[in-house]
């Protein structure tokens, strides 16, 4: 839609909106946000508006109201600087698990076979009772043991001590596993005797795998779902001191060879992880989004494993959710794209090969869709929307690696366009597990709700401490504090679409702004008045 010659940013704001949060479930109207429908949306808009706290679900926009008494649970927009990432002991288990994989699996290559007979011929001669266990990984045992009841007591979840003592074992695996889960693996699926939900459990060994070391330094630990896998470092020493220097770098993600399409016209980014030793290839493109049968397939089975969505699933609800974008794209072009700024000055930024907007990253393993990542790539960042994977690769960590993968794209486009340096995630949720491990990825900044100032986590954190909700600076800008009454300027810039043509708010009669200016002001409130007098709000 073409509005004065260019296209604009066009919403139809719905006002605030309460629901069943979905992350504590305590509440049946703690999850409180203002929302409204965008019709289209320019990149540099909704850049402007994830710094101010906004995202999106499909064409849906929404900011939480975490200052609201009746808000459950505070989501504070969390991002990162991807060129001063610094892996941690799990983002690097993470890619060596995968490369593990991948040379594990490939029963052509002579030398990993070998690797795999030689392992699985120690494990014949270990018996699985723990008394005949080598003392390393009884001392490893005792140190798992140790954590989880920590960790269990930590969280006041009652447990039985002597119980967990028999039944929380390292075992030795038979032959056939020992390729895809090590020689020796633990189990926490005994812990839903005690109600520790997956999400707890994740965690869980997370933390076991992040702070265990063992003095021999003679195993390595990978999580699987609720398993502790442990693999003789004998079959992988070669690759995890090659890997090791790789990551430090930057996250090489067992990345041996990386290709980019140069082709100017194109919107596919090809990023291929291999292996020297092995044919198995790990295939990551940037596509359009859009819904085929194998893409739906997917979706299907990830969400009804992983999320326990029984109910038969239809092609539109997954476009209207995954698919669809108000995001106007912007393709490869030399010349580069044209805005203008806050100062209503020309700004003119270098596009990457794939364009500015929504896509759709595929992972194919030999050509099989294992995983799909929902991106929107926008003048700043690469914002993560949403990611789906085949729950039979659950043991990769795909998860994760993808969230490796994508920061490992940032660094690299930034080369070339320097600007396009931050990566970000979403919401962090101080409380809940399944939105606080954003925070593992360091250093992090969260977005002060009322200021719009960005904060490092760990000065953030201290604000939350001991409260629900709470500003990360106090006093700042109070022309942007949300609290603060709206300036009647601001309102009056208000510009509004009406039979296709914009107007301001304050060019209409005072007889009929009585009947929008509530409405006008909450709008001004959560977008702010730069925002607001540049997008076009629908007048019906």
Known sequence: MLIGGRKQSVV??????????????????????????????????????????????????????????????????????????????????????????????????????????????????????????????????????????????????????????????????????????????????????????????????????????????????????????IYLSQQQNNQADQVDQQEVEGVKQAVVNTKVNNKPDTTTTTTTTTSTTTKKELKITIEKAECTDEIFSLYCKYQKEIHHEDEKKEKKGFIRFLVDSPLIKIPYNQAGYTFKDKDNQNKTIPIPQCGYGSFHQHYRLDGKLIALGVIDILPHCLSSVYFIYDPDYSFLSLGKYSALQEIKWVQNISKSIPNLNYYYMGYYIKDCPKMNYKGNYQPSDLLCPETYQWVSMEKALLCIKDKKYSAFVIGGDKKENKKQDVDNKAIEKVKLLYNYQSINFGDILPKYQKYFKDKIIDYVRNLGPHLSSEILMTVK
């Open 12 to 229: 139809e704001p719905y006002g605030y909106y309460g629901g069943e949060c979905h992350y504590c479930y305590e509440s049946d109207d703690g999850r409180i946000s203002y929302g409204m429908n965008a019709i289209q949306l320019t990149v540099e808009d909704y850049q402007s508006m994830i710094d101010r706290g906004w995202r999106r679900s499909g064409t849906h926009l929404y900011k939480p109201d975490n200052s609201n008494p009746k808000a459950c649970c505070p989501q504070y927009t969390i991002r990162l600087d991807a060129n001063r990432f610094i892996p941690t002991k799990d983002n690097k288990a993470t890619c060596k698990k995968l490369e593990n994989y991948l040379n594990n699996n490939n029963n052509n290559n002579a030398n990993t076979k070998n690797n795999s007979d030689n392992n699985n011929s120690i494990s014949k001669n270990i018996k699985k009772s723990v008394e005949s266990l080598p003392s390393s990984i009884k001392e490893l045992n005792e140190s798992i043991l140790e954590t989880t009841i920590s960790f269990l007591n930590d969280r006041k979840i009652e447990t039985q001590e002597e119980f967990l003592k028999k039944t929380l074992q390292i075992k030795a695996n038979i032959n056939k596993l020992v390729s895809t889960r090590g020689n020796y693996s633990i189990c926490f699926s005994i812990l839903n005797k005690f109600k520790v939900d997956d999400n707890l459990k994740q965690e869980l060994i997370e933390n076991i795998i992040n702070t265990t070391t063992i003095d021999n330094d003679e195993y390595k630990l990978f999580g699987e779902k609720d398993h502790i896998n």
